[in-house]
């Protein structure tokens, strides 16, 4: 079993700096060829018609949702409600939007907490399976949800169908996942993939959203790295996924570039250097509370950090085969997280009020800042 190379990220460390200020001036000719997809937002309030309009015109152009079984599923009679997603779908249609929906959450009626992984039994796994399954073939190909929506129908809709689906969120962290196991997390994986394929053949599977680098220790938490290696060492895992995502969330632009350049180190020696990347979370908050969170460091550290962690991101798509990014989060919303009240791109409240970070990041993606 690998462990991180010592010497590598040191290295890695002391010329961050120099990769991304190197980074800023690559990217800049090739910032407006980069496709929309590559740009999405997660957020954390209602997705409205206003807001896929406004990321629309900013070439925004996918949208990380959750996917709560535990919600969709509360009771175990085998029927789902799907009221929570259904909508979010809808609206991201009508403006061109993908939808990424990460499947998490285990109902009570299956285990204890949710965090548990539902892979202990023969029930726990069956019920995933049906319900996964369901998922696939409502929002897939051809699924239900766009047959209720085809033309001729009461609200016909542009059809864009569900083909990546993250299994799971920060599987290596305990706020989502307990305990932080890479083998069970890779039963899941494997039988995710399975269940996907049987309902929709052309379907990615991606993996959680993997904490970079959380404080608590096993087995409440692992590092990402080495989470992923372990995750890599169960037999024949490689072919039941097809992308890896990373949670960033960094001090600075560099500490990011740092993280991210750790995790493709991981994909490359376990030889699967065809794995795609996602970061499926990353910002850093425009409040001042650095003793708090380290990354909320006020407004003007949140446009520079965004800026340089964007063209790094941007400048070194291509050698990290780095598919998609997702800005968390959307709106300012106070008690959802101990940032997220700092780190949208618009102020708190119903109407859209942008932050100066809304324009900074228009500017990356080369849209407009209104429709």
């Known amino acids: 079993m690998r462990s991180p190379k010592t010497a590598y990220a040191l290295a890695f460390v002391a010329s961050a700096l120099a990769v991304v200020a190197l980074a800023s001036w690559l990217a ?8 929309p997809s590559f740009f999405g937002i997660a957020p954390q309030t209602e997705l409205t018609e206003a807001d896929t309009e406004y990321m629309r015109a900013a070439r925004i152009g996918a949208v990380r949702w959750p996917l709560a079984w535990s919600s969709a599923q509360p009771e175990a009679d085998g029927s789902y409600e799907w009221d929570a997603l259904d909508p979010v779908v809808a609206t991201a249609a009508r403006q061109g939007l993908e939808v990424l ?3 998490y959450s285990t109902p009570r009626w299956l285990a204890r907490k949710p965090t548990v992984l539902p892979v202990a039994n023969g029930r726990q796994r069956s019920a995933w399976s049906t319900f996964l399954t369901a998922a696939v073939e409502r929002y897939g190909p051809d699924g239900e949800f766009w047959r ?3 033309p001729g129908t009461a609200e016909p809709l542009p059809t864009i169908p569900i083909v990546d689906w993250q299994i799971w969120n920060e599987a290596n962290f305990f706020y989502f996942t307990t305990p932080a196991s890479p083998s069970r997390y890779a039963r899941l994986v494997k039988l995710s993939d399975q269940t996907m394929r049987r309902a929709d053949p052309g379907a990615s599977l991606i993996l959680s959203g993997l904490f970079a680098e959380p404080s608590a220790r096993p087995p409440r938490a692992m590092h990402a790295v080495d989470f992923l290696d372990r995750f890599y060492a169960v037999s024949g895992i490689k072919r039941s ?12 632009a560099a500490d990011l570039a740092r993280m991210t350049e750790g995790l493709r180190d991981v994909i490359v020696d376990n030889r699967d250097p065809g794995a795609r990347l996602y970061i499926t979370e990353m910002g850093w908050g425009s409040q001042h509370n650095p003793n708090l969170v380290s990354f909320e460091q006020g407004v003007g550290f949140q446009l520079r950090e965004m800026r340089l962690a964007y063209d790094y991101l941007i400048g070194n798509r291509g050698r990290l085969n780095l598919k998609g990014t997702y800005w968390f989060t959307w709106k300012d919303i106070p008690g959802s997280c101990n940032f997220c009240d700092s780190t949208g791109l618009f102020r708190r409240g119903d109407r859209l009020k942008p932050k100066p970070a809304w324009r900074t990041f228009v500017g990356i993606t080369g849209g407009r800042a209104r429709p």
């Open 241 to 252: 996924f097809e992308g890896v995502a990373l949670h960033p969330y960094a001090e600075d």
């Open 101 to 103: 929906p990460f499947v």
């Open 148 to 150: 209720e929506h085809g």
């Open 28 to 35: 800049a000719p090739s910032a407006k060829a980069v496709p």
